[in-house]
């Protein structure tokens, strides 16, 4: 469980690297702005998906702290 944890996270950092570098760029030549932005989206989403596997495998490898949830704002952690 702890390796998938660990790879789980890893991930959503990739992930979220992937996000933070289209949101720098510009167009490049011969790619249109809706090309771009489209790639944002689907990395906006993949990081999203990532980090729902965080939680949930973070949820339940603490299974037994039941009154203790997951950290609620994780896009701040980093």
């Known amino acids: 469980m702890h390796s998938d944890l ?5 991930m959503w950092e990739q992930h979220k690297e992937v996000v933070q570098r289209l949101e ?3 167009p490049q030549q011969g790619e249109s702005p809706q090309q771009l932005e489209a790639a944002l989206h689907t990395a906006r989403l993949r990081s999203y998906i ?3 596997r965080v939680i949930a495998l973070e949820q339940s490898y603490h299974a037994h702290q039941a009154g203790e949830g997951a950290p ?3 896009w701040q952690q980093g």
């Open 72 to 74: 609620i704002n994780y």
């Open 6 to 10: 660990a790879r789980a996270r890893q």
């Open 24 to 26: 720098n760029n510009e």
């Open 50 to 52: 990532a980090l729902g």
